[in-house]
């Protein structure tokens, strides 16, 4: 901390992954990171495509063309588990039900979304396909 009370020093982690790619996949283990440095440097995701598996919740209401793909975390312990997931646009959404696991092919848009109430990274899939599910908790 300086003399004014601001934060000195580089806080960057070392993501698994290069952000100077163009596409980045996200292996299952690095599923947490990805969404906390995503949703907290959302500008950085702006435009990349991302490769990622996880399992699909419909909520009611958000329009046929609407899934949220995600994962559910555990930061302390079993009560605190959440569902860490993205908006993502996709034509075929219709066709996915809660719980199914997916393969997310889409690209990251910064944009306003009425479901963050806020800007943040929103997914517009080129392709969802059904897959084989991965440890279900995500681990940070």
């Not at 992954?17 to 990171?33: F, H, Q, T, V």
């Not at 306003?112 to 279900?136: F, H, I, N, S």
Request: proline share 5%.
């Amino acid at each position: 901390e300086g003399e004014e009370g601001e934060i000195r020093g580089d806080f960057s982690i070392n993501l698994p992954y290069n952000l100077d790619d163009k596409k980045l996949i996200i292996k299952p283990e690095a599923y947490g990171i990805f969404y906390v440095d995503s949703m907290d440097r959302s500008e950085k995701y702006d435009g990349k495509e991302v490769e990622f598996v996880a399992q699909v919740v419909k909520p009611t209401g958000a329009g046929e063309d609407i899934l949220i793909p995600g994962r559910r975390a555990m930061t302390c312990c079993e009560a605190d588990i959440q569902f860490l997931g993205f908006v993502c646009h996709y034509k075929g959404a219709k066709n996915f039900k809660n719980k199914d696991w997916v393969k997310v092919k889409a690209k990251i848009k910064y944009e306003m979304c009425p479901q963050y109430r806020a800007k943040g990274p929103v997914l517009y899939a080129d392709e969802v396909l059904l897959t084989g599910p991965v440890e279900e908790l995500v681990q940070f």
